[in-house]
């Protein structure tokens, strides 16, 4: 019923800074992220964090400082009883215009093509319009959650679009998708 489940890393399951995660000092796992991501990891499906990480692009922290975070950021969610199969991140300045900065797809078509996958059947956790965008682009459907920068945003559209899934957390989006199912309900289809 389910392919994969792609998450965004800032803003779903660390706290989002104007400055940027530049240091492990700098991480701070947002409240339930780690018992989140040990129930997703019950799921028999590849858990993956899909990220824009411009902070590379503009010179602030360097790709080595960006990996050592994601390195901690996986033995967080080991000991704790979860799992990230893999990270997929985009390290150009958003002037680049890449492929691979969400809004675009390159990163979920990249996993896809890895992990041999079929994206209409997988699910993104984020807290952003980018996201959403993502998401939409090559048919995975889109959770998002109000512990970002966003969440405004979010919230606002929502009001217009009911397609939009918007929940409080990386708690109640876990709770949702497996009650879906748990229920037999196509989880990559929009409530």
Do not use: W
């Amino acid at each position: 019923m389910i392919d994969a489940i792609f998450l965004d890393r800032d803003g779903t399951i660390n706290a989002e800074r104007s400055d940027y995660v530049k240091s492990n000092r700098e991480f701070v796992l947002l409240p339930g992220a780690l018992e989140a991501l040990g129930r997703l990891a019950t799921l028999t499906v590849p858990i993956i964090i899909v990220t824009n990480q411009s902070a590379i692009g503009r010179g602030i922290v360097s790709r080595i400082e960006i990996d050592a975070i994601h390195d901690t950021m996986r033995s967080l969610v080991r000991a704790a009883g979860g799992r990230i199969d893999a990270v997929y991140l985009c390290p150009h300045h958003p002037e680049a215009r890449c492929i691979c900065r969400k809004p675009k797809p390159g990163l979920l078509l990249a996993a896809a093509a890895d992990y041999q996958i079929d994206l209409t059947r997988c699910v993104l956790i984020g807290d952003s319009v980018t996201d959403l965008e993502a998401a939409r682009a090559v048919g995975c459907q889109p959770l998002m959650v109000r512990t970002g920068r966003q969440a405004q945003a979010l919230a606002r559209l929502a009001e217009v679009d009911e397609t939009v899934v918007l929940v409080d957390d990386l708690t109640e989006a876990v709770d949702l998708l497996c009650a879906r199912l748990t229920a037999g309900v196509n989880v990559c289809e929009a409530k």
